[in-house]
């Protein structure tokens, strides 16, 4: 009888010991899930960063915060919802916030995310300038950070090795576009008077995007051998509403004189296509029009013969690309200086291929 106790007893002990064994193996992974919020987030970030010696497995199921400049712009909206769909499909908890383009605000949307101890982040900073300051608050919570759509620049970057940058270069987007001009029956020279006079429908100009586009859209011209004549240069924003009012402007100033329409990007280009077809002018007749993006309204415009031409900015691409640089910094992997850029390549989108990008 004293036997057969003491059995039960040293079974029930073995039991004990072993549940104890296993409830310390599972905080972790509870700390992550159930975060007792105020408590335990006080101490995530220090506990990341005391882990950054040992690459740690990507975290399926992790919770990623997602920094967007602004929800109203219409191409940061299909990259939007691109990253969220591959992110929930890979069984991701995210959090998209809009930054509703102030930068105090997204400063403080990104904090607010550290604080939460999220896995990592995807910033769309609002504004570029602002790179070193957002580059900073995540090196010292060392949160792993994949910047999209403004880039900053290398040595900006190089402060902080779980940080990369995914985008595409502007310059080839806005070579894209000269090229699309070059690629007409004249040239963009439709009244043959020897130059191509254009007007150019700028986006915010802080951005690198806008900068290019503006610039190696006509650099392509002179490079082609032809005379280009700027008639007028407006920042529009990005918005639509903004390119239509500017052409508008433009078309009650300068009439006939413009040959060629240059927007940064398709909504403009949609709303300058309103006021073309507003002063009666007929686009790849008497004028021509080009944006970047590849919006699903200007596919189909392009399609009709109302615009020229676009270039596809890969959305999707770039949002897998931004998921799969992200989960490499989970997995542990650190970017040398100099070496933290990864780029989509655009695509020219004209009448002839444009089916090939239509859903
Ligand atoms: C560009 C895009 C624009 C706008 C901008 C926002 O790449 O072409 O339409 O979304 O990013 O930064």
Do not use: H
């Amino acid at each position: 009888m004293k036997k057969t106790l003491a059995l039960l007893l040293s079974v029930l002990m073995l039991v004990t010991l072993l549940a104890a064994c296993g409830s310390n193996d599972t905080p972790p992974a509870d700390t992550s899930g159930g975060d007792t919020q105020q408590t335990d987030d006080a101490n995530t970030p220090e506990d990341t960063t005391g882990d950054t010696e040992e690459p740690e497995a990507p975290a399926a199921g992790g919770t990623i915060g997602v920094c967007i400049y602004q929800f109203t712009d219409a191409f940061m909206t299909t990259y939007r919802n691109a990253l969220q769909e591959i992110l929930e499909g890979k069984g991701y908890q995210v959090t998209t916030v809009d930054g509703a383009n102030d930068q105090a605000k997204q400063n403080e949307q990104i904090n607010n995310f550290i604080t939460q101890g999220v896995d990592a982040l995807i910033i769309n900073p609002v504004m570029t300038s602002a790179a070193d300051q957002i580059i900073a608050t995540v090196q010292a919570a060392g949160i792993p950070t994949v910047l999209i759509n403004r880039e900053p620049t290398a040595d900006q970057m190089a402060v902080y090795d779980k940080l990369v940058y995914v985008g595409c270069d502007a310059r080839q987007s806005g070579t894209m576009q000269g090229e699309l001009i070059l690629d007409t029956p004249n040239k963009g020279d439709i009244n043959g008077d020897g130059k191509i006079s254009y007007i150019m429908v700028q986006g915010d100009p802080e951005n690198v995007d806008a900068q290019y586009r503006t610039e190696f859209s006509v650099k392509a011209l002179v490079d082609a051998g032809m005379e280009v004549e700027e008639l007028n240069l407006t920042r529009g924003d990005w918005m639509r509403e903004r390119g239509q009012e500017i052409v508008a402007n433009d078309l009650a100033q300068f009439g006939e004189q413009i040959e060629v329409v240059f927007c940064n990007n398709d909504d403009m280009a949609i709303g300058a296509l309103q006021s073309i077809v507003a002063a009666n002018r007929k686009v790849n007749e008497d004028i021509y029009l080009v944006g970047v993006d590849a919006l699903d309204a200007a596919l189909n415009e392009v399609q009709a013969g109302n615009m020229t031409g676009t270039v596809l900015n890969d959305a999707v691409g770039q949002a897998t690309a931004a998921v799969e640089q992200m989960e490499l910094l989970l997995g542990g992997k650190t970017y040398a200086a100099g070496e933290q850029s990864v780029y989509v390549d655009y695509v020219k989108v004209t009448p002839d291929n444009v089916s090939d990008f239509m859903k």
